[in-house]
Each structure stands twice: as C-alpha cells, then as structure tokens.
C-alpha cells in the first residue's frame, strides 16, 4: 500500500461556549471568549486502495503549513509501516521541533488506515487486553465546595466510583476540599488528585502527606516537570504514588530518564502528547518493563484504544464539566460512559470517519 496524498482541511468556528477554568494561575480552557473565531484541521492521508485515514487538531494554520513544508514528503510511502513512519516524523522534529500534540498525527491517522486495512480494532492489533474499561470522573475546577459536592454527587449518580479533582492550587483549600471529596465518595472510591504543576518541593511534600492519610490512588503533577530532581526526592519520601511526566516531549526517550532517576511511581502515556499511537505504546510497555502503571491521560477515540490495549492502566479520563454534560456522558457516539465503565469499539479505524464532501465544502483552506 501507499500514501498517495497527504491533505489539510483548515476549518473555521466560533469557541465554545461552555468554558471552564483549571486552577489558579492557568489559562481558561478554550480557544478564546465564547464567539470568538477559531480554526481547527483534519488530516487527511490518502491511499493507491482507497482507504482514509485521519486526525484533528486545534491547531489550524499550523498543522496546514506542516502538510505543505514537511508532510507531503511522505507521499509515496506505506502507511502500513507505523514504526518506520514514526521514526521519520522524529527526525523532521529534530529541525521542526513539532508543537508537541501534532507529532503523532500521522502516527494517528496511518494507524486508522492500518486498521481498516487489517479488518481489527486497534486495540486488538497492539495485543489486546480488555475492552470494557473503568472510568473516572475527571473534575474541571469549580468556584466553590459546593459546586463541587453537586456535581461529584451527579457523576455518582452516574455509576462513577473514581473521581479526580483539579482544584484551585491553594493548599489549605485544596486540602479542605480532599477531604470533602472523601467524605462525599465514601472510603470505597478511588481517588486522585491532580496538582497542575502549581507547587515547589516544599508545598508538594506537605500537601501529599495530607493524600496519604485521605487514602488517594495517586498524586498527579504537583510540580513542573523540568524539575526532575525534586520529583525523585519527592517520591522517596511519600508512600503515595507520584504520576508524572505528562506533557514532557521526547517519548520514550524522555520516559527512561525519568525512570532512571526515579522521579515517577507511576507513568503518564497518550497519544497526544507521546507522539500517537506508536509513542504510546512505546512508554507503556516501558512502564511495565519497571513494575509500573502507565495511566492514559485524557479522552478520545485513540486514548479509548490504548487503554483497552495495556495491562498496565487502570482508568479511561472522563472530564466533568456541568450538570447537562455529565448527565449527557452515556450517549456520546463510541465513548458512552454508562454505570462508570466505558468500552472500546470494535469497529476497524479510530473514531467516526469524517464527512469529506462537507468538509471539503466547510474548509477555508485546503493544503
């Protein structure tokens, strides 16, 4: 098989309207004030026996000028051969320094292809472990405990019995707030607690010890990742597993140096940030040469399918954002969240194929 074109469809739309915040200091989520005009794009990899693949991005212009400079050099090659592929893209990133989520589009949009073309869901073709997956509620960060308490208690409702919070990188309220969590979810209920990358040593140190008496599963971020030694100091001296190395660029290769120093108890894996599925599955089976849990951060299609492909993950991250949105989980076209598991695909590709002739209407751009 080979790629006989590589496209971009620069799409145009006003931001969302709902708009949340993480904590105190970070940006709102979104592409701007509700309104505002945005531009997004989908990849399109085109083959000599008709099959498509694709991935999206926020990242509209972007992503249109690295089909034009770097992508189209690809044309001509199978996209069958993931692994050689992959390798490639990371040489171009060696002059390009790719924006860290559009690494692994390609990656993404040729596994789409390699699944259709062999007939299996992903997941199966990376080894397969098991489709159905628990899933926990992954808190957006609310103004007040009590906005907090109703929606945990709707996503209980819900059938979740793990939750995360993202709180307001305060300590003192963030510890009040954990022990409402506690006492809201009941001693049963796993919990974790994302910090954000917020704190110093000093700060993470104190606050984890409030975790490890509240019983949390993990204690996510509490520091930025350029700062590798004070993780591996922090997990010396807590008994609760430290989550790290989220956003960190460069893969496995970025992975083993964590593991080396010790810096992580547990590995942070997805395809957006480790380079699609290939970089994914990399980290993952790395983590597990250690003894250590590699959790997928995030939602999607291609996220769904890693979890359902590793051991060594325990939870799909279901954001929580409102009451309608919550209440709205269970019917979310191939990423239902019902009674707090979620479930796989097993239809070949990732995701819904997208619409080319609207796109190809809708586009204000196409490389």
């Given at each position: 098989?080979?790629i006989?074109?590589?496209?971009?469809?620069?799409?145009?739309?006003?931001?969302?309207?709902?708009?949340?915040?993480?904590r105190?200091?970070?940006?709102?989520?979104?592409?701007?004030?509700?309104?505002t005009?945005v531009?997004?794009?989908?990849?399109?990899?085109?083959?000599e026996e008709?099959?498509?693949?694709?991935?999206?991005?926020?990242?509209?212009?972007?992503?249109?000028?690295?089909?034009?400079?770097?992508?189209?050099?690809?044309?001509?090659?199978?996209?069958?051969?993931?692994?050689?592929?992959?390798?490639?893209?990371?040489?171009?990133?060696?002059?390009?320094?790719?924006?860290v989520?559009?690494?692994?589009?390609?990656?993404?949009a040729?596994?789409?292809?390699k699944?259709q073309?062999?007939g299996?869901?992903?997941?199966?073709?990376?080894?397969?472990?098991?489709?159905?997956?628990?899933a926990?509620?992954?808190?957006?960060?609310?103004d007040?405990?009590?906005?907090?308490?109703?929606?945990?208690?709707?996503?209980?409702?819900?059938?979740?019995?793990?939750?995360?919070l993202?709180?307001?990188g305060?300590?003192?309220d963030?510890?009040?707030?954990s022990r409402?969590?506690?006492?809201?979810?009941g001693?049963?209920?796993d919990l974790?607690?994302?910090?954000?990358?917020?704190?110093d040593?000093?700060?993470?140190?104190?606050?984890?010890?409030?975790?490890?008496?509240?019983?949390?599963l993990?204690?996510?971020?509490?520091?930025r990742?350029?700062?590798?030694?004070?993780?591996?100091?922090?997990?010396r001296?807590?008994?609760?597993?430290?989550?790290?190395?989220?956003?960190?660029d460069?893969?496995?290769?970025?992975?083993a140096?964590?593991?080396q120093?010790?810096?992580?108890?547990?590995?942070r894996?997805?395809s957006?940030?480790?380079?699609?599925?290939?970089?994914?599955?990399?980290?993952?089976?790395?983590?597990?040469?250690?003894?250590?849990r590699?959790?997928?951060?995030?939602?999607g299609?291609?996220n769904?399918?890693?979890?359902a492909?590793?051991p060594?993950n325990?939870?799909?991250?279901?954001?929580?954002?409102?009451?309608?949105?919550?209440?709205?989980?269970?019917n979310?076209?191939?990423?239902n969240?019902?009674?707090?598991f979620?479930?796989?695909?097993?239809t070949?590709?990732?995701?819904?194929?997208?619409?080319w002739?609207?796109?190809?209407k809708?586009?204000?751009?196409?490389?």
């Amino acid at each position: 098989m080979k790629i006989t074109d590589i496209k971009c469809y620069v799409l145009e739309h006003s931001a969302a309207e709902i708009v949340y915040r993480w904590r105190d200091g970070l940006p709102v989520r979104g592409d701007g004030p509700p309104g505002t005009k945005v531009q997004t794009a989908i990849l399109k990899v085109e083959t000599e026996e008709g099959i498509t693949g694709s991935a999206g991005s926020r990242h509209g212009q972007y992503v249109a000028s690295l089909v034009e400079r770097r992508l189209k050099y690809f044309i001509g090659l199978d996209p069958l051969l993931t692994e050689n592929l992959w390798h490639r893209i990371w040489e171009v990133d060696r002059v390009e320094e790719f924006q860290v989520h559009t690494i692994g589009m390609l990656d993404l949009a040729c596994w789409d292809i390699k699944s259709q073309a062999a007939g299996m869901p992903v997941y199966k073709m990376l080894g397969g472990n098991n489709p159905k997956v628990p899933a926990y509620a992954s808190t957006v960060t609310w103004d007040t405990l009590d906005e907090y308490e109703r929606h945990i208690k709707e996503a209980m409702d819900e059938g979740f019995t793990a939750f995360k919070l993202h709180a307001w990188g305060r300590p003192k309220d963030d510890a009040i707030l954990s022990r409402k969590l506690r006492e809201w979810t009941g001693v049963d209920a796993d919990l974790m607690f994302d910090g954000s990358a917020g704190w110093d040593y000093a700060t993470s140190l104190k606050f984890g010890r409030v975790l490890e008496d509240l019983g949390f599963l993990w204690y996510e971020e509490p520091i930025r990742e350029f700062d590798i030694p004070s993780y591996a100091e922090l997990c010396r001296s807590l008994d609760i597993p430290v989550l790290a190395a989220e956003t960190s660029d460069g893969c496995h290769w970025n992975a083993a140096t964590w593991i080396q120093y010790r810096a992580l108890d547990m590995m942070r894996v997805s395809s957006a940030f480790k380079g699609g599925i290939t970089g994914a599955i990399k980290v993952a089976h790395l983590a597990e040469s250690f003894g250590m849990r590699a959790q997928v951060h995030g939602g999607g299609h291609a996220n769904l399918q890693i979890c359902a492909a590793i051991p060594n993950n325990d939870y799909f991250e279901a954001l929580i954002v409102d009451t309608d949105q919550i209440r709205g989980l269970k019917n979310q076209r191939g990423l239902n969240v019902v009674e707090g598991f979620i479930t796989a695909s097993e239809t070949p590709g990732i995701g819904v194929q997208p619409d080319w002739a609207e796109l190809e209407k809708r586009a204000v751009r196409v490389v």
